[in-house]
């Protein structure tokens, strides 16, 4: 076994073996700047929030030339091996994808000081490490507005996925916004699970929306990653609308998603990691929102002929007013 590994536990050094398996030796890597990214649960595939981050990723390598290798974890335990094994494989940034990593990255961090780390929805408090965090409730509240201008029911859902403070931000500000809106409106709420099996599980994800759409929702918004593929269906299966959630979702149901809470992660991913080869990396927190376009809305040609004009100009004025601090919106982290 390689030495680098002979100090892992033995649940450890399965994935650790498993990892160095799949890496490619840095000797036959020609470019040279490596990013390591480990995703979370849903994997690339999820169309959301780790699909993000890979597309992030991707753009980097084309555009700078840059070596990236992604892996995904089985489960939460794969987190600091995998992370572990980036550093000790001497790449130049690891990425970690989601909140489940701050622990494992606090720890790999402190280990490996002179590497460089980043990670997206969480705050770890290190040098090395830049905390990449979003603006969740800000495009929450817009996608409410644009629901509750949109119903014809006075009805609408909420699928989330893994019920944390994270995706309760995400309901807090979407019933917001659709109240400013309507006030008499009914929002109905459901979480797929409380383990990280919640972010993929489209079967459950379908089973929920579609009892909200039963109860009368003409919209469900989705925000629970590759769970949310099964809002989309239960959409297509009840002829009504969705709406999508860190990417853009819009063209997997064309003229069914009625918009997509955009959460730019590839910018964030891609950003870091152009930053970062260029010598400027800088750990500690950096915020995207509406201000920065880290969060906003989608329209394209999947959706331009569902969603009004009359609808997209409330929104964006209501993006305005809160971008000029003359929204408050309610942010469910400042209520804990």
């Known amino acids: 076994m390689p030495n680098h590994f002979t100090a892992l536990t033995r649940c450890q050094r399965s994935y650790a073996l498993l990892l160095g398996a799949i890496l490619v030796p840095a000797q036959l890597i020609s470019a040279d700047f490596k990013v390591g990214l480990v995703l979370d649960r849903g994997g690339k595939d999820d169309k959301s929030f780790n699909s993000s981050a890979y597309e992030g990723a991707t753009r980097a390598k084309e555009k700078l030339g840059v070596f990236i290798k992604y892996v995904e974890a089985s489960d939460d ?28 990255m606090k720890k790999v961090a402190a280990q490996f000081p002179k590497k460089h780390f980043a990670i997206v929805d969480a705050q770890v408090d290190a040098p090395n490490v830049r905390s990449l965090m979003f603006e969740e409730h800000e ?135 152009a930053e970062t080869r260029s010598g400027v990396f800088v750990g500690g927190v950096k915020r995207f929102g509406l201000a920065n376009k880290g969060i906003d809305y989608s329209v394209d040609q999947y959706n331009e002929k569902i969603l009004p004009e009359s609808v997209r100009k409330r929104a964006d004025e209501l993006k305005a007013e809160i971008i000029a601090g003359k929204i408050d919106v309610p942010d469910y982290y400042k209520k804990k």
């Not at 383990?195 to 925000?223: M, R």
């Not at 629970?224 to 819009?250: H, M, P, R």
């Open 139 to 273: 495009g929450a509240f817009l996608v409410g507005a644009i629901a509750a201008m949109t119903s014809k029911t006075g009805k609408i859902g909420f699928v989330g996925g893994m019920d944390i403070p994270l995706i309760r931000r995400f309901h807090v500000a979407y019933e917001a916004g659709a109240k400013r809106i309507n006030p008499q409106i009914t929002v109905m709420a459901n979480y797929v699970g409380i383990s990280s099996e919640a972010w993929n599980n489209p079967p459950k994800g379908k089973e929920l929306a579609v009892s909200q759409y039963d109860s009368g929702a003409d919209i469900v918004f989705a925000a629970a990653g590759a769970s949310g593929l099964g809002v989309f269906d239960a959409a297509e299966e009840k002829k009504k609308f969705a709406i999508g959630v860190d990417a853009n979702q819009d063209w997997t149901k064309p003229g069914l998603i009625l918009t997509s809470m955009l959460k730019r992660v590839d910018h964030a991913v891609y950003s870091t990691i």
């Open 77 to 104: 335990n794969a987190f600091e091996p995998m992370l572990r094994a980036f550093a000790q494989r001497d790449f130049d940034l690891i990425i970690g994808i989601g909140f489940a990593q701050k622990d494992p």
